[in-house]
């Protein structure tokens, strides 16, 4: 399984961006993907989960309510749908996947990760 992430950018605070995590493989459907993110100088954290078929999402507190993951298995691709962004949300984002996992993931469990794609929010 490989992993592309898109979508990133220079938001201003209080807009949206929508990322993308684009997977090839035939197995995406096995694997619980996350979205992390890292902050320079920071660790790797989770900020969402979703389950293999998508039942079952986890947020980090910090994002619950402003962010949304989802996943569609056809087209082989998670999201992350994020709102009302602040300057704090400004980091390096990953998708993740671990093989049968179970949210929330940790960093250390991930079998495969994106490149990453920034997101930088500020006016």
């Known amino acids: 399984l490989q992993l592309v992430e898109s979508g990133g950018g220079l938001v201003q605070p209080g807009g949206s961006l929508r990322l993308s995590c684009a997977a090839s493989?035939?197995?995406?459907?096995?694997?619980?993907i996350g979205w992390f993110r890292q902050a320079p100088g920071k660790e790797r954290e989770e900020v969402s989960c979703i389950s293999e078929s998508g039942d079952s999402t986890n947020y980090a507190d910090s994002w619950k309510g402003r962010f949304t993951i989802s996943r569609n298995n056809r087209k082989k691709t998670a999201y992350l749908q994020m709102n009302s962004l602040r300057p704090e949300d400004t980091a390096v984002y990953y998708c993740?996947?671990?093989?049968?996992?179970?949210?929330?993931?940790?960093?250390?469990?991930?079998?495969?990760w994106g490149q990453g794609t920034q997101v930088t929010v500020s006016s």
């Open positions: 493989g035939s197995s995406f459907r096995y694997y619980t």
């Open positions: 993740g996947a671990e093989a049968a996992g179970h949210c929330p993931l940790s960093p250390h469990a991930v079998d495969t």
